[in-house]
């Protein structure tokens, strides 16, 4: 089976434009834990994720990195939570989302989608042809379709 045959066409995504907000208010309208960040053509250029809000409103403690030659210092946030996560909703959605991202072609196999998602452990995958975002399938969609003959 082939992702263009299972894959989620109608795809809740965020531009390279817009905030956080706009990007916070969408997953919890639509009750979903990430998308795609797309340029004006439709082609991914990020994905965003619950987990990249919680390392980010998260706290961040200092960091002493000891080497041979130097000492460095990292200093982490003396932010309160709630000024974290109001500073948090206007940054533009680039500013923590993922750049690298992992995708597959719009033609690829169930097993090899499978393989993906379990390896590297991502809950979803974007699905594009010609770089442009097509779809979306989750852990959920390859299970759905792989057992569903079988139960």
Not at 8 to 17: L, M, N, W
Not at 70 to 76: D, T, Y
Not at 93 to 119: F, H, S, Y
């Amino acid at each position: 089976m082939k992702a263009q045959e299972f894959m989620v066409r109608q795809v809740y995504k965020v531009k390279e434009t817009d905030t956080v907000r706009t990007f916070i208010e969408r997953c919890i309208q639509f009750r979903i834990s990430g998308m795609p960040v797309v340029n004006d053509r439709n082609e991914i250029v990020a994905y965003l994720s619950d987990g990249d809000i919680m390392r980010y409103i998260g706290k961040h403690e200092d960091l002493i990195v000891d080497s041979f030659f130097q000492i460095n210092v990292f200093v982490g946030d003396n932010e309160e939570f709630e000024e974290r996560t109001r500073r948090l909703l206007n940054l533009n959605v680039l500013d923590i989302a993922k750049k690298k991202v992992i995708t597959v072609p719009w033609d690829e196999d169930i097993e090899r989608i499978a393989t993906i998602l379990g390896k590297k452990q991502i809950k979803k995958v974007p699905v594009e042809r010609n770089r442009v975002l097509v779809g979306i399938i989750s852990r959920g969609d390859v299970i759905r379709h792989t057992f569903k003959t079988l139960l």
